[in-house]
């Protein structure tokens, strides 16, 4: 059974602010659960809820075989008090509190991860929670450890946004920077930007080369895309930060009778377009190792 206090300090999670104040944020349903306990570097299970109907699962599943000290931290409650504490319509079978392990990097060092690695995502301005969770989920799936966000991106721990990840979230490394731009030079690294005024990926010469006057650090070889929002794009102060821009060429109908106005779609989803770059450009960077 859930005190009412645990119930109140769950939900007050569902607000920034106290996922602020906490370093503590709540992931819903066992198999999203499964991963974040997985990664005991970065991520400290405070609290495991589920139904009754729910341990049996958990179990079988082997959740609890990941948590240290589990009986202070495991507890059956209610349908009803789940039900209290969910940010959901319909409240899952299991939630867990997660609390932040805060990373002991140095500034250089998170740079330097970036530089290490063969493609990295940046994003500008990207406030909806359904698009960033997607867009980690897509850093996942591509292997890409690195993620960069403005400040004023949406919260990466919004619970809307933890449920979008499906997992994905525990295993990619997300950080913000105060200018997003100033942070993106000091990279010291090719970067290019989503654009519907660049060139066609397709055509875009990789790797790409830095300005004249620049120089790369020893050893670094990392490529960084940048995404901006829907409805702005990237700011003046990130676009004059890049090396490149780039686009997806959009493609006539087929057939003679096409309707007038037909085929002016006037941009793809910023995830949807993300997922198409990265992948056309993961494979050509794979295929020139």
């Not at 400290?44 to 109907?53: A, G, I, Q, S």
């Not at 997992?167 to 105060?178: I, K, P």
């Not at 940048?226 to 409805?231: A, D, I, L, N, Q």
Request: charged fraction near 25%.
């Amino acid at each position: 059974m859930a005190s009412k206090g645990l119930i109140k300090r769950v939900r007050q999670l569902q607000q920034k602010k106290y996922r602020s104040q906490t370093n503590q944020f709540v992931v819903e349903g066992s198999r999203a659960i499964t991963e974040f306990i997985k990664n005991k570097d970065a991520f400290d299970c405070v609290h495991l809820l589920t139904t009754k109907e729910q341990a049996e699962v958990v179990v079988h599943r082997g959740v609890l075989d990941h948590v240290v000290d589990v009986t202070p931290r495991y507890q059956s409650v209610t349908p009803l008090e789940m039900s209290k504490m969910t940010g959901l319509s319909t409240a899952c079978d299991s939630l867990a509190v997660f609390q932040r392990k805060l990373p002991d990097e140095t500034a250089e060092e998170v740079r330097q991860n970036f530089r290490d690695s063969q493609l990295s995502l940046a994003l500008d301005s990207v406030r909806d929670p359904g698009n960033l969770g997607t867009l980690i989920r897509l850093c996942d799936w591509f292997g890409m450890r690195n993620l960069l966000l403005s400040s004023d991106c949406c919260d990466c721990y919004n619970p809307k946004v933890v449920r979008a990840t499906s997992g994905s979230l525990a295993r990619v490394r997300v950080r913000y920077a105060d200018c997003l731009g100033s942070e993106l030079r000091s990279l010291r690294v090719p970067l290019v930007g989503a654009s519907m005024e660049g060139q066609s990926v397709y055509d875009l010469e990789l790797p790409l080369r830095l300005k004249d006057g620049e120089t790369a650090p020893d050893g670094a070889g990392g490529l960084v895309l940048v995404m901006g929002s829907e409805g702005q794009g990237l700011s003046n102060e990130v676009e004059s930060a890049l090396h490149g821009l780039v686009s997806i060429p959009s493609y006539p109908f087929e057939g003679g009778d096409v309707l007038d106005g037909d085929n002016e779609a006037e941009s793809l989803n910023v995830a949807m377009a993300a997922g198409i770059l990265i992948s056309e450009m993961k494979r050509r960077l794979w295929e020139q190792r």
